[in-house]
């Protein structure tokens, strides 16, 4: 599990394709957060009820529908205080209208933060292709 992690983090570093790969001048004081998910959870209640249990549990979210879908890490709260914009950002980037997620099947997840150093994982050999 631990090599999956590390091959997961470098592919994610170096061959994502939304994103220019890393610098290895970039790397000399790099840390890395990896986000260990627990399992989705549908939630059951009303929108109210799901904007009212983001204000107070600030999970990690998940929606799906419409042909598209989208998830946010519990850290996206940092940036998007409000549970109502958090659902707008999500749905646009699910690519969606910006009140869509209410159609949509909502799940949320809570994460464990595990912080390496670069170091930790830089000598694990691997391929691009796996």
């Not at 627990?38 to 249990?53: A, C, Q, Y």
């Not at 600030?58 to 946010?72: D, E, H, N, Q």
């Not at 690519?95 to 830089?122: A, H, Q, S, T």
Request: aromatic content about 14%.
């Amino acid at each position: 599990m631990e090599i999956d992690v590390a091959k997961n983090a470098i592919n994610a570093a170096f061959f994502d394709p939304r994103f220019p790969p890393l610098q290895k001048h970039e790397t000399e004081n790099l840390s890395i957060e990896i986000s260990v998910l627990s399992p989705l959870e549908e939630f059951e209640g009303d929108n109210k009820e799901f904007l009212e249990f983001l204000e107070e549990k600030r999970p990690g979210v998940y929606i799906k529908c419409l042909g598209g879908s989208a998830t946010f890490l519990p850290q996206v709260w940092e940036q998007i205080q409000d549970p109502s914009d958090f659902m707008k950002h999500l749905s646009l980037k699910a690519g969606l209208l910006p009140d869509e997620w209410k159609k949509c099947r909502k799940y949320y997840y809570f994460v464990d933060d595990v912080e390496k150093k670069w170091n930790d994982i830089k000598e694990i050999r691997f391929s691009p292709k796996l």
